[in-house]
């Protein structure tokens, strides 16, 4: 069934004028086209990003932040109470009104099983420091993605006018500054995802994931159906903006 959907999904009419297939996207005489199998080189990249993070938030961004003046919060920790970590654990972390039964089991007043409750959850909340780390390293990622990026297009015809964009369509010859910048932004994209689990969970963690997901698929689609003039300039437009998403923030943190 999935190979019929495939089939269907990736006819030649679906995708090519007339008179044109699959076929005329095989290289030859020098003429190199994106391929699905050239996706694979993205995992090893997302690799080596997880690996140059770990080495940029402890060399750079610790230090950075340190002369910043951020720094950890010290909180203090709820005393281990079997019955109230499985409480909290299972239940709730934010009980509104503590029950008789909490209070009878651990021999502590209402007011102490709140304040146990409070100190509990104030030693899952990341610290700052966390986070300053982790929006360090997506700032200079994006930053520097913008300016590769920016460095990639500045003269080529179809940043200047969208018309180029499509001349010669879908028969378009894959630049290797092209190819890198794609490789590139799909690893750090599937780094983002591989670390996802144990970055600061926001608010939105779904929707996280899905973002990430979807990023992922549509630079992997616009790789095979060779949209690749189109899909450098997007990514240029998202980094020209996400490197200054992640300092928003801190600025506002650091101002109130």
């Known amino acids: 069934m999935l190979s019929e959907l495939s089939e269907w999904f990736w006819q030649e009419r679906r995708w090519f004028p007339e008179g044109l297939g699959w076929a005329d996207l ?32 402890r060399m750079v961004a610790t230090p950075l932040a340190s002369l910043l003046g951020v720094k950890d919060t010290v909180r203090l920790k709820a005393p281990h109470n ?23 089991k651990t021999g502590y007043s ?11 959850r104030n030693q899952d909340r990341p610290s700052l420091l966390k986070k300053f780390r982790e929006a360090s390293w997506r700032f200079t990622f994006y930053l520097l993605a913008f300016i ?20 010669g369509f879908p028969v378009l010859t894959l630049l290797p500054s092209q190819y890198w910048y794609y490789m590139i932004e799909l690893g750090f994209y599937g780094s ?46 998202h980094d020209s903006s996400d490197y200054l998403l992640e300092v928003k923030p801190h600025l506002i943190l650091y101002t109130d």
């Open 26 to 57: 095989e290289d030859r005489d020098g003429r190199v086209y994106a391929k699905a199998r050239d996706l694979w080189v993205a995992l090893p990249i997302a690799l080596i990003f997880l690996i140059i993070r770990q080495i940029f938030e």
């Open 82 to 104: 079997t019955t109230l970590e499985s409480y909290y654990c299972k239940i709730n972390k934010n009980p509104t009104q503590p029950s008789t039964n909490l209070c009878q």
């Open 110 to 120: 209402e007011r102490q099983v709140q304040r146990w409750f409070r100190r509990r």
């Open 148 to 167: 590769a990026g920016l460095a990639a297009l500045i003269d080529k015809p179809w940043l200047y006018d969208l018309k180029e964009m499509w001349q």
């Open 192 to 237: 983002l995802l591989f670390s996802v689990a144990s970055d600061v969970k926001r608010k939105d963690f779904k929707e996280q994931i899905v973002h990430h997901v979807a990023t992922i698929l549509l630079i992997s689609f616009s790789w095979c159906v060779n949209y690749i003039r189109c899909g450098t300039l997007i990514m240029l437009v």
